[in-house]
C-alpha cells in the first residue's frame, strides 16, 4: 500500500478532470537582454560577425505559452521511501547574496578622520566655521583615496555632512555645480563616446599605429608633443585632454587590445594615460595661453611688483625645462610604470590593412570629424567671438545630437561622466569655501612668518617656500583657485626674503600648473584620464608624487640653470 501511495503521489502527468492533458510548450514570459550598440573599434579589432554589439540592449516580445496534449508516461514505480529519499539530489541552500553596501573598514576610517578634527580646537585666526568645513574636507578626501563608496558617492556624503552640520548651506555646497569646468569634463565624456561610436577614433588611432606604433614609447612621445603643439592654441586643458586626447587615447588602447576590466590594463592603457595626463601638466606650464589660470598668475604679478609676464617672456622661461620634462617623464614612467607590451613590428604593417579594410569615411564619421574641427576652433579663436570653451563643447554636442551620432540615451550611459561631474564639483565647492571661511588666508600667513623668521639665505627659503606653495595643492581642486589664494602672498613674502622678484614670479606660475599633476582632482585634465579607469587610485597618486619630485628637479635645477643664462637672476 505504501508502494502504491507513494507511486501515484510521484506520477508526473497532469490528470484536468475534463480537459485533454496539455504540456507546456514554450518557457513562462521572459526578458532577454543582448547589447545594442557595439563600438567599432572593438568590432574591428576581434573581427566580430555578431550582428549585435556588445553594449546594445535588445527587448524581445515574450511569446504566448503553447499547450499541446502530454505524451502518456509510465508510472513510476518506487519500491520505498527510503530509497525514494536516498535517490533524490540533496537541495542545497542558495548561495549567500555578497554586500553591496560600503567597505565598512575605509568608510570608518574616513568618518574618524573629520570627528577626531572636528573636535580639536581651531587655532587662532581660524574660526571655528572653516575648521569644520576642513574635517568634512579631508575625511571626503580620504574617503575619496580608501573608497569605501564610488567616488561620486563618498563626495555627495561629504556635501550632505556640510548641509546637516550647518557648515554650508545648501546653495553653497551645490554651488559648483554651476562651474564651467566639471561639464567641460562630463562633455568631454560624451564627446568620446561619439569619437568611438563613429569609428572616427579607431580610424585615427590605426593612422597613428601606421605611423608610430612599431614601439609602445615612440607611440606615447608621438601623443606627447602633439598635444604640446595644440597647448598654445587651446587655452583649457579640459578642452584639450578629454575633447581631443581623451578619445584618442582610448581608441588607441583599445585597438591595441588595452580594455578596462578585463586584466590587460597594463598591456598599454595604464602606462599610457598616466603619461598623457602627467605631460599635459608639463604643457600647461610652458605657455602662457596654455591653461585658463595662467593670465592670472600674470596679472597677480603685474599688480605684486610691477612686472609684466608677456607670452614669448613666459614661453622663452619655460621651453628648456618643459622640453627637458616632456622627455624624460614618459621614458621614465616607461621605466617603472611599463607597458606589458613594449614593441610590435608588425603592429604598422596591420594598421594599414585594417584601414584598407575600413574604406571610406562613412556619413556619421565626417559628421563627428565636422563637429570635432567645429569645437576646436572655436576653443582656439574663442575669445575673439566671446564664445567660453564649455559653450563650444555644449554647441557641438548639440550637433551630435541632433544628427544622431550621439543620442541622449548613450550620455545617460556614461556613467563615468556623471560620477566625475558630481566629486569634482564637491570639491571644488568645499575647496573654494575653505578660502572664503579664511583658512587658506591664515595659511599663507602662517607659512610666511614661519619661513621670515628662519633666517635663512634667499635660495633656502625661496625653496621652502616652493615646496610648500607647490604640495598644498593637496588641498585644491582648481590651479585658477589655488593662485587666486596664495600666489600674492607666496609672492610677496620671497620678494622681502631677498628672491629676485620676477624669478620668484615666473617659478611659481609655472609651479602652478606642475602641482596639478599630484591627485586625480587638481587640474582640469585629472578627472578626464583617471576617469577612463586605467590606473588604480593609489598609483595615481604615488606615480603623481613621484613625478612631482622629477620635475622640481628639472625645472629648478635645469630651470635655474637656464634662467641663470637668460638673466633672471
Request: charged share 10%; proline share 7%; aromatic share 12%.
Amino acid at each position: 500500500m505504501a508502494s502504491l501511495a507513494l507511486t501515484s503521489s510521484l506520477n508526473l502527468r497532469c490528470r484536468p478532470l475534463s480537459t485533454p492533458n496539455f504540456r507546456p510548450l514554450a518557457a513562462p514570459k521572459s526578458l532577454r537582454l543582448t547589447p545594442r550598440f557595439k563600438s567599432p573599434i572593438k568590432s574591428s579589432v576581434t573581427n566580430s560577425n555578431d550582428p549585435l554589439g556588445e553594449d546594445q540592449f535588445q527587448f524581445t516580445e515574450p511569446k504566448p505559452s503553447v499547450f499541446l496534449p502530454a505524451p502518456k508516461r509510465a508510472a513510476i514505480t518506487v519500491a520505498s521511501a527510503s530509497a525514494a529519499a536516498s535517490s533524490s539530489p540533496a537541495v542545497s541552500p542558495p548561495p549567500p547574496q555578497p554586500w553591496q553596501g560600503a567597505a565598512i573598514k575605509p568608510l570608518v576610517a574616513s568618518i574618524a578622520v573629520g570627528v577626531i578634527l572636528w573636535f580639536i580646537p581651531a587655532p587662532n585666526g581660524v574660526s571655528r566655521i572653516a575648521w569644520q568645513l576642513l574635517s568634512i574636507f579631508l575625511a571626503t578626501i580620504v574617503g575619496i583615496i580608501t573608497q569605501p563608496l564610488p567616488l561620486g558617492a563618498v563626495a555627495l556624503m561629504g556635501l550632505g555632512a556640510c548641509v546637516l552640520t550647518k557648515t554650508l548651506t545648501f546653495a553653497a555646497a551645490f554651488s559648483a555645480f554651476g562651474d564651467p569646468i566639471p561639464w567641460l569634463i562630463a562633455l568631454a565624456f560624451f564627446f568620446a563616446r561619439g569619437f568611438i561610436k563613429t569609428g572616427l577614433g579607431n580610424r585615427i588611432a590605426y593612422q597613428f599605429v601606421s605611423l608610430f606604433g612599431s614601439s609602445s614609447l615612440g607611440l606615447g612621445y608621438s601623443l606627447v608633443f602633439s598635444e604640446a603643439l595644440l597647448a598654445p592654441a587651446i587655452p583649457s586643458v579640459s578642452a584639450r585632454a578629454g575633447g581631443i586626447f581623451l578619445p584618442l587615447v582610448k581608441s588607441l588602447c583599445v585597438a591595441c587590445g588595452s580594455n578596462v576590466g578585463d586584466g590587460t590594463e597594463e598591456k598599454l592603457g595604464s602606462w599610457l594615460m598616466l603619461t598623457c595626463f602627467q605631460t599635459s601638466v608639463i604643457s600647461s606650464s610652458m605657455f602662457l595661453t596654455a591653461m585658463a589660470a595662467n593670465p592670472l598668475a600674470a596679472n597677480l604679478t603685474a599688480s605684486t611688483i610691477n612686472m609684466t609676464i608677456g607670452w614669448m617672456d613666459w614661453a622663452k622661461a619655460a621651453i628648456v625645462p618643459g622640453l627637458v620634462s616632456l622627455i624624460v617623464v614618459p621614458l621614465l614612467l616607461y621605466i617603472i610604470y611599463p607597458p606589458t607590451v613594449k614593441s610590435s613590428p608588425d603592429a604598422p604593417k596591420l594598421a594599414k590593412e585594417k584601414l584598407a579594410k575600413m574604406g571610406p569615411m562613412s556619413k556619421n564619421e565626417i559628421i563627428m570629424a565636422g563637429t570635432l574641427l567645429l569645437t576646436v576652433g572655436l576653443w582656439i579663436f574663442g575669445s575673439a567671438l566671446s564664445v567660453d570653451a564649455v559653450t563650444a563643447a555644449i554647441l557641438g554636442l548639440s550637433v551630435l545630437l541632433i544628427t544622431g551620432v550621439v543620442t541622449w540615451k548613450e550620455c545617460l550611459a556614461e556613467s563615468v561622466a556623471w560620477d566625475t561631474l558630481t566629486w569634482f564639483a564637491a570639491l571644488i565647492a568645499m575647496a573654494g569655501y575653505l578660502n572664503k571661511y579664511g583658512l587658506i588666508t591664515w595659511f599663507s600667513q602662517s607659512v610666511v612668518k614661519f619661513v621670515g623668521g628662519l633666517g635663512l639665505s634667499w635660495q633656502l627659503s625661496f625653496g621652502i617656500l616652493v615646496l610648500l606653495y607647490f604640495y598644498s595643492h593637496y588641498f585644491f581642486a582648481s590651479g585658477a583657485a589655488h593662485i587666486g589664494a596664495m600666489f600674492t602672498a607666496f609672492l610677496s613674502v620671497a620678494s622681502a626674503l631677498g628672491t629676485p622678484p620676477y624669478l620668484g614670479a615666473v617659478v611659481l606660475a609655472f609651479l602652478s600648473n606642475l602641482m596639478g599633476g599630484i591627485t586625480h582632482y587638481g587640474i582640469g585634465s585629472a578627472p578626464v584620464f583617471y576617469g577612463a579607469g586605467y590606473v588604480p587610485l593609489a598609483k595615481w597618486w604615488g606615480y603623481g608624487f613621484l613625478i612631482s619630485i622629477v620635475n622640481l628637479v628639472i625645472w629648478l635645477g635645469v630651470g635655474g640653470a637656464w634662467w641663470k643664462f637668460l638673466g633672471l637672476w
